[in-house]
């Protein structure tokens, strides 16, 4: 089948002529496999993820930056390790225990942060995205995994890809069978469910405890210089310096890579070389510690209280976590760059000289680092120090605001104000609930514990919880994403589970001691987490099996006492198919509707970005001649949705125009959803992968039912497609077309009316007490003390129009 369109872009220019043939499904003067592959952003984020190379000079430049971003909360390690690691057994017991933990040291770093995080973790990215939300994202964009009913075919952005696996290889169906077990199984979606939520709840905890153990940590140097100083009166300094910290957070941080950068560099080249200084001058003998055979004698020799000094060695690699989920900012060869060529060597010659110290003055455990400092060098060191510890705190406070902005993309997070402190840099955060709330936690675990070794116990269990789930996550996508050998897979597995899990037991020794906090405050998290999500979902549930039926739509359209009021009113609305049982009770109540009526949608995609040439997706409402539409904006979990709405109106009006256009330009009986750029220009403008001809709604002249229906064509399901009017299309046509246009355009420019539901949710009468605590108590008082939607989506007081209703779930 032939079909001969006429369409003209340009007033002074003669129509185009363009031919298709539906049976190849290729557009003449266009390969078919430029038909065939998918070309919206959204796949190419699926697909290509962060595999381009940077030119060497883009690779430096984002090397020197995640210097002063990522290293921060590591490099400020060596402040307070030793302190703790031989704190709790009241010093050195014997020589050879110094040799015991600097091996232990060593090599808990090396297959931890070096192996685990840089060489393999990195790699397990969404799309350069890392973390553990990163990781259950991309599970998702594999498997349906999310509680949440709300999934579309356009959500499908992978549906093609490794598609030239053969079906009959084991790795293939082992990742089918895990598919098919993660789709179906409702125990398996709440286990990866809870295991991120818990993840994300101790990164959170973490950002509590980084800044007082740092900063107090680097403080304490003080008493080098004035032993007179008391502990509460380091306390007191050290919550002076938090609340200052916490208070420029609103400020934002944009040049925060370079202007960090030459800090940490400097601060890591002076503890590196003071470390090279006091293995040289002291004890040279250290070295043997690479020798593994000293961690075996240092447990022979300390039996259980070997064991229980193995939560404190985790604090060598506190911040690793903040390292992958900041990898955003960077590519994987300028972390890999500067871990390898800075901070690994300065970080171990710091903790092998202070090792050989150690070796000549054991009774200096508890200030190790200052103590072993050149009295020439202190107050640069103490300098760089506060200025280190400080910016280490910053990069975990910057993961908390992330971690949260995240959460809401889940619907696992109460609204909060998302503030993006920079043009410049995508992603740079402040959340000013966020923040005092993070700062009022501080500044009571400071002045609570007032030392770093009670911290620091507590600091233990959000690295290795962490740690042990991030290795659960990568084992999944190892097997669902990656399909390499399954040996491979057993390798890590059997390596790292085992050794967190020792880890792990030597934390939870000593819960009492410290532990107890993180868990407390993460289990509040959790519970805010998990009744607000429990909550959305049955709310999304009960409107999805309430929604309007067409039949009942186009009765109640058609009603002869609905008027028809100027202007255009976006009925904002969480169901991204049918309308909402809110609709109805609105004519109810006031029986007129606007002469342009959108039901929009806010749906997060599980990508980091969405292009602004895939944001929106249309479908007309029947009857068409009431102009009632349905459109979904979809977004990624780092976009920003709180743009003016002025200019999400303009946008959505502007794609909603090509939309008209194209579905009766080309006569598309049963069309589903088509995505259309913001702009004519600005789709043609794109950057275009090379060696294709990228085709964007602007370019097609066959709407289709989704993005992954150009999947279909080569498999021969072309029958598939909507049915086209074959015919040329007349100037009279046309006319018509661009009058439809113009319609929408004056009615926008009339006025536009935000209507907002706000519905009640209450738990039924017959519900168990649990239940009414939670539905009733619980979540009414988180919805009622946090940020209402018309503020988060930027809505003017004067053109808002809120609806209530009762739910009952």
């Known amino acids: 089948m032939v079909l001969t369109a006429e369409r003209s872009r340009d007033g002074d220019r003669p129509p185009e002529v363009v031919v298709v043939d539906i049976k190849s499904g290729s557009l003449d003067g266009a390969s078919s496999s430029s038909m065939v592959d998918r070309q919206d952003s959204l796949f190419r984020e699926a697909v290509t993820g962060h595999h381009h190379r940077d030119s060497w000079g883009t690779t430096l430049r984002l090397a020197f930056q995640c210097v002063g971003i990522l290293y921060g909360d590591v490099g400020t390690s060596p402040l307070y390790v030793y302190s703790t690691t031989f704190g709790h057994g009241g010093g050195v017991g014997h020589p050879d225990d110094v040799l015991g933990v600097l091996s232990l040291i060593i090599y808990s770093f090396m297959l931890f942060t070096v192996i685990k995080i840089v060489v393999v973790a990195l790699h397990a990215n969404d799309d350069g995205d890392g973390g553990t939300f990163a990781l259950y994202s991309l599970i998702s964009r594999y498997a349906?995994?999310?509680?949440?009913?709300?999934?579309?075919?356009?959500?499908?952005?992978?549906?093609s890809y490794n598609s030239h696996e053969k079906p009959s290889s084991a790795t293939l169906r082992r990742a089918q069978w895990l598919k098919h077990l993660l789709e179906t199984s409702k125990s398996a979606k709440i286990s990866l469910f809870l295991l991120t939520i818990l993840a994300i709840a101790m990164v959170i905890s973490d950002a509590v405890l980084t800044p007082p153990i740092s900063v107090l940590s680097a403080v304490s140097g003080l008493k080098e210089k004035v032993p007179d100083l008391t502990t509460d009166q380091i306390v007191w300094i050290t919550v002076t310096i938090l609340v200052v910290l916490f208070a420029i957070q609103r400020f934002g941080t944009d040049k925060v890579g370079y202007s960090f950068a030459p800090i940490i560099l400097l601060w890591l080249l002076l503890i590196g070389g003071v470390g090279l200084y006091n293995l040289i001058k002291y004890d040279v003998g250290v070295l043997r510690s690479f020798n593994p055979k000293y961690i075996i004698d240092y447990f022979k020799r300390n039996k259980k209280e070997g064991w229980i000094s193995l939560g404190d060695i985790l604090l060598v690699f506190t911040g690793t976590e903040a390292l992958f989920a900041n990898l955003g900012y960077f590519s994987i060869r300028s972390i890999q760059l500067t871990f390898s060529l800075g901070l690994l060597p300065s970080v171990l010659l710091t903790y092998i000289g202070q090792a050989a110290y150690l070796r000549k003055h054991p009774e200096h455990f508890a200030d190790t680092f200052f103590r072993s400092t050149p009295s020439a060098l202190f107050w640069p060191t103490f300098i760089l120090a506060i200025a280190a510890s400080i910016i280490g705190s910053q990069a975990m406070i910057s993961c908390a605001f992330a971690t949260v902005s995240h959460l809401q993309t889940l619907s696992c997070f109460p609204r909060v104000r998302i503030l993006h402190t920079s043009k410049r840099f995508h992603g740079q955060l402040y959340v000013p609930e966020v923040n005092l709330l993070l700062c009022i936690a501080a500044c009571v675990v400071t002045v609570s514990f007032k030392t770093t070794a009670i911290i620091g116990k507590a600091h233990?269990?959000?690295v290795i919880l962490v740690m042990l789930i991030t290795t659960l996550l990568m084992t999944i996508v190892m097997l669902l994403v990656w399909k390499i050998n399954i040996l491979w897979i057993a390798l890590f597995f059997i390596v790292f589970v085992p050794t967190e899990s020792i880890y792990l037991s030597s934390v939870l020794y000593k819960f009492t001691h410290g532990p107890y906090v993180p868990v407390v405050m993460s289990a509040v998290l959790m519970v805010v987490m998990i009744v607000w999500h429990y909550v959305h979902v049955k709310r999304y549930k009960y409107e999805l099996k309430h929604t309007l039926s067409p039949a009942k739509a186009e009765k109640l359209l058609e009603k002869h006492d609905l008027m028809r009021i100027p202007g255009v009113g976006l009925f904002y609305t969480e169901?991204?198919?049918?309308?909402?049982?809110?609709?109805?009770?609105?004519?109810?109540?006031?029986?007129?509707?606007?002469?342009?009526?959108?039901?929009?949608?806010?749906k997060h995609l599980h990508v980091p970005h969405v292009d602004a040439a895939e944001r929106f997706l249309f479908r007309q409402v029947d009857p068409k001649q009431y102009k009632v539409f349905r459109c979904v904006a979809r977004y990624g979990y780092r976009d920003s949705i709180g743009e003016e709405a002025e200019d999400f109106v303009v946008a959505l009006v502007e794609s909603l125009q090509y939309y008209i256009r194209d579905v009766n330009l080309y006569s598309v009986d049963g069309m589903q959803n088509v995505s259309y750029p913001i702009s004519r220009d600005q789709s043609l403008s794109r950057d275009k992968p090379s060696g294709r001809h990228a085709i964007y709604a602007e370019e097609m002249i066959t709407p289709i039912q989704s993005f992954s229906e150009l999947t279909t064509l080569s498999n021969g399901l072309s029958n598939r497609l909507p049915q086209f009017q074959a015919s040329k299309m007349n100037i009279e046509e046309l006319a018509k077309i661009e009058e439809e246009q113009k319609v929408i355009q004056r009615e926008a420019e009339k006025g536009v009316v935000y209507i907002l539901g706000e519905a009640e949710v209450v738990a039924l009468p017959q519900s168990s007490l649990l239940k009414k605590i939670v539905v009733n108590y619980i979540y009414s008082f988180l919805r009622k003390n946090f940020m209402q939607g018309e503020k988060m989506l930027s809505i003017p007081h004067g053109k808002l129009l809120k609806v209530g209703i009762s739910y009952e779930i």
């Open 144 to 159: 349906n995994v999310s509680l949440l009913p709300n999934h579309q075919a356009e959500d499908e952005l992978v549906s």
């Open 460 to 462: 233990e269990i959000c």
């Open 575 to 602: 169901l991204v198919q049918g309308i909402p049982p809110i609709f109805p009770h609105l004519i109810e109540k006031v029986p007129a509707i606007h002469s342009v009526l959108i039901f929009v949608s806010i």
